[in-house]
């Protein structure tokens, strides 16, 4: 099976612009999560989708926001970019629902999008 | 809030050495699982091992394992006859029904 895709790779944006990230979980796997990593910050937690439906949200504000679609590919959207927002957003694909078949809910990653603000 | 620690920022190994990086997390939760994900430099994140919080025998996946101790919260990953490919950073996860988190990671030097 194909792994998990991310475009753009790289993005360089302005302060106050707006960017959509995209992400392609692994063929049948229907949650996808995303993440921001930087050297400060480490990896922090964004969003999960699971068919179609937002499951869970960490600690961010309201200029980042999700969706998903029924083909379970995910865009993640990020408006009013200010200075801090570049980091490595990392998308993560799992394939269990996990109240209903309590298999492992191991998520396998993209290889991210590198986004620059200046 | 779950917390994920690891409080070694950065471990060096001999080349065919063994090495283990620490970790311990704090959780109110009964249902988990715990894994290591490795990050080579300017590569894709990618799953070492994982461990179910259910299950008490520790996980094993070729020179990988991982000493995990439920009471204590600790989940210790112990590489053997380390490789030059190894050379990475190495992330201790949790996650559960509602939460996903990571340690801030260990660097791991392989020296040849």
């Known amino acids: 099976k194909a792994g998990v895709t991310q475009t753009p790779r790289y993005l360089i944006k302005t302060r106050g612009q707006q960017v959509t990230l995209s992400c392609s979980p692994i063929?049948?796997?229907?949650?996808v999560s995303w993440y921001q990593q930087t050297p400060g910050q480490g990896l922090q937690f964004l969003f999960e989708y699971f068919s179609e439906t937002q499951r869970n949200k960490g600690n961010f504000p309201g200029r980042f926001s999700g969706r998903q679609f029924s083909n379970s590919r995910s865009e993640m959207n990020v408006s009013t970019l200010e200075l801090g927002d570049s980091a490595l957003y990392l998308c993560a694909s799992s394939g269990e629902d996990w109240r209903v078949s309590r298999y492992t809910d191991t998520q396998y990653f993209g290889p991210g999008t590198r986004l620059t603000v200046l | 809030a779950q917390t994920v620690t690891q409080s070694q920022p950065e471990m060096s190994v001999q080349e065919a050495e063994t090495v283990t990086l620490s970790c311990t997390y704090d959780t109110s939760e009964s249902d988990y699982y715990l894994f290591w994900y490795k990050q080579p430099p300017s590569r894709q994140m990618i799953l070492v091992i994982r461990?179910?919080?259910?299950?008490?025998q520790n996980a094993t996946e070729n020179r990988f394992s991982v000493n995990f101790q439920k009471a204590a919260k600790s989940f210790s990953l112990k590489i053997s006859d380390s490789q030059l490919g190894d050379a990475a950073m190495y992330f201790c996860a949790y996650k559960s029904v509602n939460d996903m988190r990571f340690g801030a990671g260990t660097r791991l030097t392989v020296k040849p």
């Open positions: 063929s049948g796997h229907r949650s």
């Open positions: 461990q179910e919080a259910y299950k008490q």
